[in-house]
Structures are given as C-alpha cells and as structure tokens.
C-alpha cells in the first residue's frame, strides 16, 4: 500500500475542516433564522395587542421571506396548516391572539451539506383574543435548505404539549 504523501495529507485535512466549518457556520446561521423568525412573530403584537395592520403585513412579509416558495407551515390544532410562502404570508396577516412572546430552547441542529433539520423546544406567554393569559409549550419540528447561500425553513411543524392559564399552573404542585 503506497504511503500517503504530507501534499495529500494536507489536503485531506483541510477538505475535513472546510466540512466542519460549513456544518458550523450551517449551524450559527440557522441559529440566527430561528432567532429572527421568533423575533419577527412576536413584532406583530404589542403589550395593549396587535399592531396596526399596516405593520403587521409588513411584518409578514418579512417572515415570509424566512421559507421557501413551496415551504410548510403546521401550527397544529387552531393554528392550521399553509403550504407556500404566500399562504405563510396570509397566515400571519392575522394575528390569533392578543399577545405573545416566545422563547426558542436547546437547539438540535444537524447540517447536512445543503440541507438540515432542527429541534427546538418552544416556551410561549400569550394572552387569548378573550385576555387570558397562558403558557404555551412544545417541540418544533424543522427542516431548512440552503438556497442561493441563505438558509431558508423548508418546514415547520409544532407539536404542541401543553396549554395552561397562567394564574393555575399546568399541574398539581407536589405532594397534593
């Protein structure tokens, strides 16, 4: 078996770490999707409720631009289903709530080349549209691709865990 030669040695290091860049850099820049996807749902409302529709459409626009042309959006239960970025647009044209701020936690981000697939545990304060405050937990679900050097959602699904008004608590506190 003929020996490597430190030409090829050298080579085969620097296409690993050009790999591992790319997955870590894959990995921030999702990180930076998720975190302005969160910050931009929540820019539709403010504390006394939603914003003036002129800042609300202006506000989806800006989080359709997050997705894909053919990207999926699944909010489960109420929140529904839209496929396609004008129909994720439409969506968040219409705020279902009267407040909410969401938090994105221990990211899962795996990076494959063009594409990649996220989990995200989801903790939310929303007020209702009747002005019931609730805590709103569950996983997200989803898949990103890569296009033109910017990453994109491909596919978001939440598969909600919990609902419970703030002022009860979603369970029996120990020893009760």
Known sequence: MPTPTTETILLARLDALETRLDRAEGQAEILALKSRYGALADARYARKGPRPQDEIDAVADQLAALFT?????????????????????????????HYAWHFFVKPEIRVEGERATGTWDVLAMITTREGRAMWMVGVEHDEYVREQGRWLH?????????????DRGWGPAPGK
Do not use: N, Y
């Open 69 to 97: 042309e053919d990207a999926v959006w699944e909010g489960g239960g109420a929140l529904g289903r839209c496929e396609g970025r004008a129909a994720i647009r439409d969506r968040f044209r219409e705020p279902t709530l």
């Open 154 to 166: 491909t596919r978001m699904h939440l598969e909600s865990q919990l609902m419970a008004p703030h």
